[in-house]
């Protein structure tokens, strides 16, 4: 950590909440395209030979860039559609190619340009993610409050869908316009330009009211999650893979299960920043050597029906932020999870953090270890180190009880899993895919716990 580890903790601390404010927009920029020179864009998997029979599907809408010369034999041309061409791109007619290599034999076919889904989580990438962050499924398709970009150097053409639902984002950028109210994207998406690129029965619309709250702000794709997890989970046939792991966890937003991995959900009060936040974590954390292989995801969603915890606080928004590892389980995300909790239970107020929980996959399927579970052993030497906790246990308990009594700034508490929300969720930095369907909430074992921590700026000593 260089010189912020020689800052100390209250150091760090209060380096954090000093930080500028930081800008609470996110870009999602689109990432494919329909340029003839694009090699994924042709049945071969290469752009066209020298020579080579070119053909388009005549049924379809596209718009098609060219950046080079190109010399072809034979072109079908689809029933709309139109060329660009960049300052050195030209088509010219060429002689049938006698390169056997080439596929002179068959006509190298333009695939679908109707294949690319607005609700393809794979289709965006955000330009404002820093290493070692990640956004769960829901919120790596535009969110509300997120800033559109289709880059002006390329032609594309994309599906809003087969509903008539509608997609809400901040402000869209297409063909070098910046649009930012409904009448004039309404225009455009009617116009013969805006209907090359833009098919379905989805509707688009701004709400260019940037997040204004400095705790975050909900994404708002909750609507469409099944519409997201089912173009993610295409490849896959329409299924999420079985979860290698007992009591796999669903991250909200998230659409297949979690194993080797944690989240930590945080009861949030008006002074929390979710940006402040999020920069403790990747700088204080994440760039620890046991935690540089973990991903972690942070963001403000809605949170569960459950009953009233002891702040006395009824929010109906929570922090979420889960911690993936890139393997098997090796108990890092647990151990980070756990040193969160820790950090709230000594910095929770200044953060602005009323109260933390932690959720831990469970123990691989098949045996084996997962994170925070000890190593198999003799049956003996399990009951030894049971019986020995429990010895400790009622020593320290008395005491330590009446020492979170007396200060009322920390409680701990376990809780029946069977209140906590439906969970479960794959590893997507991973490669780990989404679901089509919310599944029911798995029946929760009656002897799971989780971890609580709670500050509470109002308890004090005199109440207590």
């Not at 973990?294 to 932020?321: C, F, N, W």
């Not at 239970?345 to 469970?362: D, K, W, Y």
Request: aromatic share 6%.
């Amino acid at each position: 950590m260089g010189a912020l580890g020689a800052l100390g903790a209250p150091g760090r601390l209060l380096l954090w909440l000093q930080l500028c404010e930081l800008t609470r927009a996110a870009y999602k920029i689109w990432v494919p395209d329909t340029d003839f020179d694009t090699a994924d864009n042709w049945s071969q998997n290469r752009t066209p030979c020298a020579g080579a029979a070119v053909e388009f599907p005549a049924d379809k809408m596209v718009s098609v860039l060219l950046r080079a010369a190109h010399s072809v034999s034979d072109m079908l041309l689809p029933l709309d559609g139109e060329f660009v061409l960049a300052s050195e791109a030209g088509l010219s007619a060429a002689d049938p190619s006698s390169d056997l290599t080439c596929g002179a034999s068959a006509p190298v076919l333009f695939l679908d340009p109707d294949r690319f889904s607005w609700h393809d989580p794979r289709l965006w990438r955000s330009r404002d993610l820093a290493h070692g962050l990640f956004s769960v499924d829901a919120e790596r398709v535009p969110c509300h409050h997120d800033d559109v970009v289709f880059p002006p150097d390329h032609s594309f053409r994309v599906g809003l869908g087969r509903s008539a639902r509608t997609l809400r984002v901040r402000s869209l950028w297409a063909l070098g316009q910046k649009f930012t109210n409904d009448e004039d994207l309404a225009a455009f998406l009617a116009s013969r330009a805006g209907r090359l690129r833009f098919h379905g029965l989805g509707a688009l619309n701004i709400e260019p009211e940037a997040c204004a709250d400095p705790s975050g702000c909900v994404c708002g794709n909750a609507e469409v999650q099944p519409w997201i997890c089912r173009a993610l989970l295409q490849p896959l046939g329409g299924h999420c893979p079985p979860a290698a792991c007992h009591d796999a966890l669903r991250p909200e937003g998230q659409c297949c299960d979690l194993c080797a991995g944690a989240i930590v959900s945080l009861t949030h009060g008006p002074t929390f920043d979710l940006e402040q936040y999020r920069a403790r974590l990747l700088h204080d954390f994440l760039t620890l050597p046991q935690y540089q292989e973990l991903q972690a995801a942070v963001s403000k969603v809605p949170r569960p029906p459950q009953p009233r915890e002891a702040t006395g606080e009824e929010a109906d928004t929570e922090i979420q932020v889960v911690l993936v590892e890139p393997g098997p389980g090796t108990g890092g995300a647990g151990q980070l999870a756990r040193a969160l909790l820790a950090d709230v239970a000594e910095h929770g107020e200044a953060l602005g953090v009323l109260a933390a929980t932690v959720r831990e996959s469970g123990a691989p399927v098949g045996g084996g270890s997962a994170a925070g579970l000890q190593q198999p052993g003799s049956r003996a030497g399990l009951a030894g180190g049971v019986a020995a906790a429990l010895f400790l246990l009622l020593l320290v308990l008395p005491a330590g009880a009446l020492l979170l009594h007396r200060t009322g700034r920390l409680r701990w508490r376990r809780r029946d899993a069977a209140a906590e929300p439906p969970l479960g969720f794959p590893n997507p930095v991973f490669g780990a895919a989404g679901s089509v369907e919310q599944p029911p909430a798995p029946q929760a074992d009656a002897g799971s716990t989780s971890q609580s921590y709670f500050v509470n700026p109002l308890f004090s000593e005199a109440e207590a």
